[in-house]
């Protein structure tokens, strides 16, 4: 059974490289595994540091059994509005597993594997892998998060020097960076920078910053983009309702403008109406909206369910709107409970440093997009979180079993 968790394992591994074909998903394969697995040995057990994310889609989960149903058995969902539970299932079925993953060799591989994939569509067929420009800049980010992470162990950690691997490493990185440049996603951009000088250089502060910056945001929004929204209208999006508010100069200005004055005001307005438990699981992007409950209280989206990518482009007021405030505060609980797992039980490991940058990075590019949740890049995260964790119990196994002998 172990072979076949990891011959999924590697295959979804490397079916990450691209979004236009579902091979990524696979992974949830294991949860197969999982299930039997508690079965058979009739206990299940979730790691206290994951408890969080283990609420929150069981929240999830009983948000849309109660409000849209039917969403649970179609395609469109998961693959959209529902990505929470692909991208985030796999975590949990991989922290039930003992599992040995050689976790250096395969990160190398599959770093050669994706920049190669990636740069020779690119460069070669000017194809790119994903649907969306900033799925593909995100992913790249996370190609380079790795690649630091493996290059900060490599020269701080274990002072090992050997030039080949290290010009392997900076190939990889200077391409990496090249394609993100080229993918021309600023959000991503700004992500990798603020998780390299927060996981690196201010490593104590990072948490007070990331707190700070929602705070200036939520306040920006509440005191400045929401009144004017309401002055508006309440339209339900840029396109719907083109104005040269603000019109910033620029290229795709209308993007900072879409975000600062129609969707994240939208979103503030879903929780402001529903602040407890939000305007449903997966029901911001349904529209026109029909309400029905207490307004200011609690009040449920009941349009007819649409599946798409739109959303908030920012995961933490996307979160406010959907689940409200019980959703917000597990998603970030589950920011912070990550973060001390990797600082206290894989402290100064390669596993470590990998999964603490994707984090950061996945929690500085929820800002500007809906990243926590995009498969794109919650999946890797979620596989190489699930095998550092599997490698943890593994080695924790060991330990007792060499304190009985």
């Given at each position: 059974?172990?072979?076949?968790?990891?011959?999924?394992?590697?295959?979804?591994?490397?079916?990450?490289?691209?979004?236009?074909?579902?091979?990524s998903?696979?992974?949830?394969?294991?949860?197969?595994?999982?299930?039997?697995?508690?079965?058979l040995k009739r206990?299940?057990?979730?790691?206290?540091?994951?408890?969080p994310?283990?609420?929150?889609?069981?929240?999830?989960?009983?948000?849309?059994?109660?409000?849209?149903?039917?969403?649970?058995?179609?395609?469109?969902?998961?693959?959209?509005?529902?990505?929470?539970?692909?991208?985030?299932?796999?975590?949990?079925?991989?922290?039930?597993?003992?599992?040995?993953?050689?976790?250096?060799?395969?990160?190398?591989?599959?770093?050669?594997?994706?920049?190669?994939?990636?740069?020779?569509?690119?460069?070669?067929?000017?194809?790119?892998?994903?649907?969306?420009?900033?799925?593909?800049?995100?992913?790249?980010?996370?190609?380079?998060?790795?690649?630091?992470?493996?290059?900060?162990?490599?020269?701080?950690?274990?002072?090992?020097e050997?030039?080949?691997?290290?010009?392997?490493?900076?190939?990889?990185?200077?391409?990496?960076?090249?394609?993100?440049?080229?993918?021309?996603?600023?959000?991503?951009?700004?992500?990798?920078?603020?998780?390299?000088?927060?996981?690196?250089?201010?490593?104590?502060?990072?948490?007070?910053v990331?707190?700070?910056?929602?705070?200036?945001?939520?306040?920006?929004?509440?005191?400045?983009?929401?009144?004017?929204?309401?002055?508006?209208?309440?339209?339900?999006?840029?396109?719907?309702?083109?104005?040269?508010?603000?019109?910033?100069?620029?290229?795709?200005?209308?993007?900072?403008?879409?975000?600062?004055?129609?969707?994240?005001?939208?979103?503030?307005?879903?929780?402001?109406?529903?602040?407890?438990?939000?305007?449903?699981?997966?029901?911001?992007?349904?529209?026109?909206?029909?309400?029905?409950?207490?307004?200011h209280?609690l009040?449920?989206?009941?349009?007819?369910?649409?599946?798409?990518?739109?959303?908030?482009?920012?995961s933490?007021?996307?979160?406010?709107?959907?689940?409200?405030?019980?959703?917000?505060?597990?998603?970030?609980?589950?920011?912070?409970?990550?973060?001390?797992?990797?600082?206290?039980?894989?402290?100064?490991?390669?596993?470590?440093?990998?999964?603490?940058?994707?984090?950061?990075y996945?929690?500085?590019?929820?800002?500007?997009?809906?990243?926590?949740?995009?498969?794109?890049?919650?999946?890797?995260?979620?596989?190489?979180?699930?095998?550092?964790?599997?490698?943890?119990?593994?080695?924790?196994?060991?330990?007792?079993?060499?304190?009985?002998?």
């Open positions: 059974m172990k072979t076949f968790i990891r011959a999924i394992v590697y295959l979804s591994l490397l079916g990450t490289v691209t979004g236009k074909i579902p091979l998903p696979m992974i949830n394969i294991t949860g197969f595994f999982a299930i039997l697995k508690i079965f206990k299940f057990s979730i790691n206290k540091y994951l408890f994310l283990f609420l929150l889609i069981v929240y999830c989960f009983l948000q849309t059994l109660l409000i849209t149903p039917s969403s649970l058995l179609k395609y469109g969902f998961y693959r959209y509005d529902g990505n929470l539970f692909p991208s985030y299932l796999p975590l949990l079925f991989l922290s039930m597993f003992q599992i040995r993953f050689n976790f250096n060799k395969i990160i190398t591989y599959y770093l050669i594997f994706a920049v190669v994939v990636i740069s020779s569509s690119i460069f070669l067929f000017s194809f790119s892998p994903f649907k969306a420009h900033n799925a593909l800049g995100g992913f790249i980010a996370e190609l380079i998060c790795i690649i630091l992470g493996v290059l900060y162990y490599e020269l701080k950690v274990k002072k090992r050997n030039s080949v691997k290290m010009a392997i490493y900076l190939m990889l990185l200077i391409v990496s960076i090249v394609l993100l440049i080229k993918s021309d996603s600023r959000g991503s951009i700004i992500a990798v920078l603020f998780s390299i000088v927060f996981v690196f250089l201010f490593p104590k502060f990072r948490k007070l990331f707190l700070l910056i929602f705070l200036i945001i939520f306040i920006f929004e509440l005191v400045v983009a929401y009144p004017i929204w309401i002055h508006m209208g309440e339209p339900y999006s840029f396109f719907a309702h083109k104005t040269n508010l603000l019109a910033i100069q620029g290229i795709r200005w209308w993007t900072i403008t879409a975000r600062l004055f129609y969707l994240w005001p939208r979103a503030l307005n879903d929780w402001l109406i529903s602040p407890l438990f939000g305007i449903g699981f997966s029901k911001y992007n349904d529209i026109p909206y029909q309400f029905y409950g207490i307004k209280l009040m449920i989206n009941l349009a007819p369910s649409v599946y798409n990518d739109f959303h908030a482009h920012n933490y007021f996307h979160f406010l709107a959907e689940t409200g405030i019980v959703g917000f505060v597990l998603l970030i609980m589950i920011i912070l409970s990550l973060d001390r797992f990797l600082q206290e039980k894989l402290k100064n490991s390669l596993e470590a440093y990998i999964n603490m940058l994707l984090l950061w996945l929690a500085f590019a929820s800002f500007t997009e809906h990243r926590f949740t995009t498969p794109s890049q919650a999946i890797p995260f979620s596989i190489l979180l699930g095998m550092a964790i599997s490698n943890y119990k593994y080695r924790l196994g060991l330990r007792k079993m060499e304190k009985l002998r």
